[in-house]
């Protein structure tokens, strides 16, 4: 069974305090890995795609890596306005139906 | 350019009933995708549409379908409704090609009594 997980669950941070979200998966094959972030009350917001190990995507204070079996959303130097729920996506080979994982809670304090 | 938009934002049902949830995808976009979200299971896929045909489908049962209009804009309907089927629909819209960049509405929050 195909299966993400994310961690830390929630995690807060000092503006300006830099760290890395994890996502770790289960699948047989890749056929990509998306990030998210999601704002209370609203639909969630497309960051990156990954396709293969080794790629790495990167949007202002955001770099999303990826490995065989996970990637790692990278966040430098936070600002409050970064404070969110991070989700990423798995779409296995030979699929075009992603799995979620439940999210990481970010908060960034002032 | 106008973002996805969906309707109702808000509704409130009956165990039994029927519900039916549009949603219009940005311009130019073909794919329209469903999701559902609640606190239990997370987000979930529940089936994507391109050019009026479904193109891929979830694991949920037969209760749940959708479909897609020559414009885009695109329905989901759900039939005899479970309390279990309360969650918050989203729905996203894309160029159509597989990690295209998807642009999400705002949802429809559903409750079931």
């Known amino acids: 069974e195909d299966q993400v997980t994310q961690s830390p669950e929630a995690l807060r941070l000092q503006e300006g305090e830099s760290s890395s979200l994890n996502c770790s998966y289960t699948?047989?094959?890749?056929?990509?890995l998306f990030w998210y972030r999601q704002d209370p009350g609203k639909g969630p917001e497309f960051l990156f795609t990954?396709?293969?190990a080794g790629e790495e995507k990167e949007k202002e204070r955001l770099k999303a890596t990826l490995t065989k079996k996970e990637s790692f959303l990278h966040i430098t130097a936070p600002k409050p306005e970064d404070s969110a729920t991070y989700l990423c996506?798995?779409?296995?080979?030979?699929?075009?139906?992603?799995?979620f994982g439940r999210g990481t809670s970010l908060i960034v304090h002032p | 350019k106008a973002g996805v938009t969906q309707t109702p934002r808000y509704l409130i049902k009956t165990r039994g009933q029927q519900v039916t949830l549009s949603c219009s995808p940005i311009?130019?976009?073909?794919?329209v995708s469903w999701y559902q979200q609640t606190p239990g299971q997370g987000l979930q896929f529940l089936f994507e549409?391109?050019?009026?045909?479904?193109?891929n489908k979830g694991n949920f049962p037969g209760r749940f379908s959708g479909r897609q209009f020559s414009n885009s804009r695109s329905e989901m309907n759900v039939s005899t409704l479970e309390l279990g089927d309360s969650a918050l629909y989203l729905c996203?819209?894309?160029?159509?090609?597989?990690?295209?960049?998807?642009?999400f509405g705002p949802g429809t929050r559903l409750t079931v009594t």
């Open positions: 996203a819209s894309s160029l159509g090609g597989f990690g295209d960049e998807q642009y």
């Open positions: 311009s130019g976009h073909r794919s």
């Open positions: 549409y391109f050019s009026e045909t479904q193109r």
């Open positions: 699948v047989s094959g890749l056929r990509g």
């Open positions: 990954l396709y293969s």
């Open positions: 996506a798995v779409v296995p080979g030979g699929s075009y139906i992603p799995t």
